[in-house]
């Protein structure tokens, strides 16, 4: 079993569909992480959660509602996109200690929104 | 503000030849970590390299090896003897301190490295 796993891998909406992403995390972290991935643009944070509280929102439009319901789970709501939303959805989980603290990453939930 | 820099859109490097991405930084924050991360077509990023602001030796994972001049804010990354399976987007990202237990990781506009036979 993979470290973190996103689902689904792909996904194609209309501007008026309503889905939601998932992500899962067998490693026993405490925080876990959306970042968008577009075309030639770096990557961008999007919101972190620890120990299932959000503790950071970088001005993410309201289409995107994330959920933790535990420390385990994240999913992104999404709802009336638009077509520059398009990207790559990557879910990442850390473990708060002594270690290097770095991010586990899935593979991507790649989003086109026509 | 913080910022990672990656001047390299796409380098080539023959198989078994030794490369160097490059990678600048710049953060007003005395405590900070630089990671390295290797992107394959299938989307994952995977973590390849790690150095602390207050490590005394560059670090080695393997073929990866950090370069590391904090005076010149750089933490170029050397693959030496490349392979085929190197083939990827790489990218450079910086944290700042701890923050209530959680990291906040800024990537740069990452490397395309071809590895050819």
């Known amino acids: 079993e993979t470290g973190v796993t996103q689902t689904p891998r792909h996904l194609v909406m209309g501007m008026t569909n309503k889905k939601s992403l998932k992500c899962e995390q067998h490693?026993?972290?405490?925080?876990m992480y959306w970042y968008k991935q577009s075309a030639k643009k770096p990557l961008e944070l999007m919101f972190v959660?620890?120990?299932?509280?959000?503790?950071e929102n970088n001005s993410v439009p309201s289409r995107f509602s994330p959920e933790c319901p535990n420390s385990s789970h994240l999913f992104l709501h999404l709802h009336t996109l638009q077509p520059e939303d398009s990207a790559l959805y990557l879910c990442?989980?850390?473990?708060?200690?002594?270690?290097?603290?770095?991010?586990?990453f899935g593979e991507g939930s790649r989003l086109t929104v026509l | 503000a913080q910022k990672i820099t990656q001047t390299q859109p796409g380098m080539f490097v023959q198989e078994k030849e030794a490369v160097t991405l490059d990678c600048t930084y710049d953060?007003?924050?005395?405590?900070?970590?630089l990671f390295w991360y290797k992107q394959p077509s299938s989307g994952e990023m995977i973590f390849l390299i790690y150095?602390?602001?207050?490590?005394?030796q560059n670090a080695t994972e393997g073929r990866y090896s950090l370069n590391f001049q904090k005076a010149r804010k750089s933490a170029n990354l050397v693959i030496s003897a490349s392979q085929l399976g190197d083939s990827a987007m790489y990218f450079c990202?910086?944290?700042?301190?701890?923050?209530?237990?959680?990291?906040?990781?800024?990537f740069g506009a990452g490397t395309r490295l071809a590895v050819h036979p």
């Open positions: 990202a910086m944290r700042e301190a701890f923050s209530g237990g959680y990291n906040k990781l800024i």
């Open positions: 990442a989980s850390s473990q708060d200690s002594g270690n290097t603290g770095e991010l586990f």
């Open positions: 959660y620890n120990f299932k509280e959000q503790t």
């Open positions: 490693l026993g972290h405490n925080a």
């Open positions: 150095q602390g602001s207050y490590d005394q």
């Open positions: 953060t007003s924050d005395p405590s900070y970590g």
